[in-house]
C-alpha cells in the first residue's frame, strides 16, 4: 500500500531536549517537505527536499533541521524545542518534482513542548 | 497581498443534500486548483485536482468547479452523508513551477 509514514505519533518532550520525528515513503518519490498545522493558522510548510541531499527552507525554518540521505526518508530534527513548537506535524510526498500536484501526507505527530 | 479564502464558519447540511464549499483567492491566476480532506487529528488527503483550462471536474459525488474570471472554485458534494463530515482543503499553485499553497479549510458537518 503507498503511504506515509511518520513516527511517533504523539510526543511530549521538555525545552531544549533534542528530538527526531521520522517520515518514510513507499512511493519513490522524488519530492519530500513537512508542515506544521496550528489552529487559525493552516498548513505551513518548514522544510522541503526535491531530491536526495537537496534540501530547501519553507515558510517557517526557524528551530528546525532536516536531512535526505535516501530518497525514501526525510527526518525532521528540533535540536532544542521550545514551547511554541507544540503543533501538529505532518510530512508529506509527491510524484511532481515541484511538490505542486497530489501531495500525500502521513497521519500527523502531534508534539507538544513543555 | 494573495490570499485565498476559504469560509472559516462550519457548515451544516442536512444529510442526502449537496454541499457546496467555496474557495476564493485573490492577486493569483493559478495554473491549477486542487481540494484535499483532513479529518480530526489526520493528514490531509486528495480528492481533486482541476486545471485553468477546465471548468468542470467530477469524482463521483464529488464535483469542483473553477471560476477564474470570479476567481472562484465551488466544491460540491451530491448526496452527502455523515461520513462525508470533515474539513476540506482548497489548495492552489500559482503557476507550474510554484508551491502548492493551502487555505485555512472549511468544517463541514453532514446531519442525519
Known amino acids: 500500500e503507498a503511504q506515509v509514514t511518520q513516527n511517533p505519533r504523539y510526543l511530549i518532550t521538555v525545552t531544549g531536549k533534542k528530538l527526531t520525528v521520522t517520515c518514510s515513503q513507499n512511493?519513490?518519490?522524488?519530492?519530500m517537505s513537512w508542515y506544521r498545522q496550528d489552529p487559525g493558522l493552516g498548513l505551513r510548510q518548514i522544510y522541503y527536499s526535491m531530491n536526495v541531499e537537496v534540501t530547501d527552507k519553507g515558510d517557517v525554518p526557524e528551530g528546525y533541521k532536516v536531512s535526505r540521505k535516501e530518497k525514501r526518508n526525510f527526518p525532521l530534527i528540533l535540536e532544542s524545542p521550545s514551547p511554541n513548537q507544540t503543533s501538529l506535524y505532518f510530512c508529506?510526498?509527491?510524484?511532481?518534482?515541484?511538490?505542486?500536484?497530489?501531495?500525500?501526507f502521513g497521519s500527523g505527530t502531534q508534539l507538544s513542548v513543555l | 497581498s494573495q490570499k485565498i479564502e476559504q469560509n472559516s464558519e462550519a457548515l451544516n447540511i442536512q444529510e442526502g443534500k449537496t454541499a457546496t464549499l467555496t474557495c476564493n483567492y485573490t492577486?493569483?491566476?493559478?495554473?491549477?486548483l486542487q481540494w484535499y480532506r483532513q479529518d480530526p487529528g489526520r493528514g490531509p488527503v486528495f480528492l481533486l485536482l482541476i486545471r485553468e483550462n477546465e471548468k468542470e471536474k467530477r469524482k463521483e459525488r464529488l464535483k469542483v468547479t473553477f471560476d477564474t474570471t470570479l476567481k472562484q472554485s465551488l466544491f460540491h458534494i451530491t448526496a452527502s452523508q455523515p461520513a462525508d463530515s470533515a474539513t476540506y482543503l482548497c489548495?492552489?499553485?500559482?503557476?507550474?513551477?510554484?508551491?502548492?499553497?493551502f487555505g485555512k479549510g472549511t468544517r463541514l458537518h453532514i446531519l442525519p
Open positions: 492577486n493569483y491566476s493559478p495554473a491549477y
Open positions: 489548495a492552489l499553485v500559482p503557476n507550474r513551477d510554484d508551491k502548492i499553497i
Open positions: 508529506a510526498s509527491s510524484f511532481s518534482a515541484q511538490g505542486n500536484e497530489k501531495l500525500f
Open positions: 512511493m519513490n518519490h522524488e519530492y
